[in-house]
């Protein structure tokens, strides 16, 4: 069954407090077209600007997740990006009207439960996912932090969390279904050690913090007139730290909430990644800062999937579109200029073509004859003659008409084309063709890799005294 994408009913809005400003703010979730994916806006800005939610907008993960697009920035966006993906919704607009993300109690319930009263309305398009097809395991050195995904039905994550501390050691938490995020994960709260949140204050930071939005660990000991400041600093009658280590600022809901929360921040950066994630995501000691670099990863191999499956595939025993014959029919060029051997592909709008590059050929006796490599501008030259052939296409009468350059663009060479190679080119319409007029975006492929890339523009020009 082929799944559809999700966005909400109707507008909501929740009020808050930002952890590090202080500010009161208020956030408003809306409906969203079909591809147009999460997006956020801010509203105390003159100008409007979109920031899409993109691991390549990331610039600071020291104290959470920080997005900045053109100069615009949005703290701490991985709990709202959690309960978006947790709530299983597609396409949204998040309109925020400071530079920070309410707090709220340092979960993503709030979150999830506002977008429960939206309501989830399907529409029409079908979902995109990125299927997992083979173990991919990214190392992060720095933060000594491991991910491995691992092909599975549907998304599930497993998460290892270990502090080497006291009165945290190692825990364990998983998600086996989306499905499950509601119940089971949004409403772990974030956590912070004693020691470091003496280090945020000292720097004037978590300004809207209040001991009720995260678990306090306690690794040192702590004599009462300190416990004192602290309940004074954050407005509690009293604090004492419990045999658990734990500031009885919180009552913990799970055992492992730690952990829990740690995999719902892997679930909030992950989305940064830009498509849904079909497969088993396994986290070892996760971070924001490691999150985000393998939800880059991620986006890397993305794009190499859908450059995959654009690449032609040419199948030697299939007859061709257009043989030599056929070519020589409409191409005026013969040996040695005639640099297309086959089209295995033609519709209103692309073509595809074929060279068998190989030792014969001429200009291999004067260019690098000791390390023959086919010359660029004669590879371009193959590309020229593949897309003339597609505006050819277009007439009648195409022995009657010479094609010739207007302009060539934007050419790249990342490969050499040597011989026994042989070099598929793609030639797609940019714009549909007017006065015979035809601008092509070309690719060269050597099996897979893409060995050079350039946009063509082209005339066809009736010959002379016809």
């Known amino acids: ?41 801010r509203t105390d800005l003159q100008e409007e600007m979109f920031i899409e939610a993109d691991a390549d907008y990331v610039v600071d993960t020291s104290r959470g997740t920080t997005i900045e697009k053109e100069g615009v920035r949005l703290l701490t966006v991985e709990h709202v990006l959690a309960a978006i993906t947790g709530m299983d919704i597609d396409n949204i607009i998040v309109e925020v009207n400071c530079e920070e993300m309410p707090i ?24 995109q996912y990125f299927d997992i097809q083979e173990t991919v395991r990214f190392y992060d050195e720095e933060k000594d932090c491991e991910f491995i995904a691992i092909p599975a039905d549907k998304y599930r ?38 020691h470091e949140l003496e280090i945020l204050l000292a720097h004037n930071l978590i300004k809207g913090g209040d001991l009720s939005n995260a678990i306090v660990f306690v690794d040192r000991p702590v004599e009462q007139p300190e416990l004192d400041r602290l309940a004074k600093l954050f407005n509690k009658p009293s604090v004492e730290v419990k045999t658990e280590g734990i500031l009885n600022n919180l009552e913990p809901y799970f055992a492992n909430e730690p952990a829990r929360h740690k995999l719902l921040d892997v679930i909030g950066d992950l989305t940064l990644a830009g498509k849904r994630i079909k497969g088993h995501i396994v ?11 393998f939800a880059r990863h991620i986006k890397k191999l993305i794009k190499k999937k859908i450059a995959e499956q654009h690449i032609p595939v040419y199948r030697p025993d299939e007859k061709p579109v257009y043989d030599i014959n056929d070519i020589k029919g409409m191409l005026p060029h013969r040996y040695p200029f005639l640099l297309v051997d086959k089209i295995i592909e033609i519709s209103d709008s692309h073509i595809v073509g074929v060279k068998n590059v ?9 260019h690098f004859p000791n390390e023959p490599v086919m010359p660029g501008v004669l590879a371009i030259e193959s590309m020229a003659q593949t897309g ?14 010479s094609t010739y350059f207007l302009k060539i663009d934007n050419v790249k060479f990342k490969q050499k084309v040597i011989p026994g ?28 890799k893409v060995v050079l890339e350039s946009e063509l523009m082209a005339q066809i020009v009736k010959k002379p005294n016809l």
């Open 388 to 401: 003339g052939i597609l505006i050819l296409s277009t007439v009648e009468d195409p022995e009657n008409y």
């Open 104 to 127: 709220m109690d340092g979960s993503s319930k709030f979150y999830v439960e506002a977008l429960e009263k939206a309501g989830i309305q399907q529409q029409e398009a079908p979902r």
């Open 421 to 448: 190679d042989t070099l598929i080119l793609k030639c797609s319409l940019i714009s549909p063709v007017r006065r015979g007029i035809c601008h092509m975006r070309c690719i060269g492929y050597v099996g897979s």
């Open 358 to 366: 190989t030792m014969n050929e001429s200009f291999f006796t004067g």
């Open 283 to 293: 986290a070892t000691k996760p971070g924001h800062a490691s999150n985000v670099k």
């Open 157 to 194: 994550i497993s998460c290892m969390i270990d502090f080497n501390s006291r009165v945290l050691g190692s825990q364990y938490a998983t998600l086996d279904d989306i499905k499950e995020f509601k119940d089971n994960i949004a409403p772990c709260r974030t956590f912070v050690f004693l």
């Open 1 to 41: 069954m082929i799944e559809k994408q999700k966005t909400i009913l109707a507008p909501v809005t929740v009020s808050g407090v930002g952890l590090h400003t202080g500010q009161t703010v208020t956030l408003s979730f809306k409906p969203a077209p079909e591809d147009s994916g999460i997006r956020f806006l």
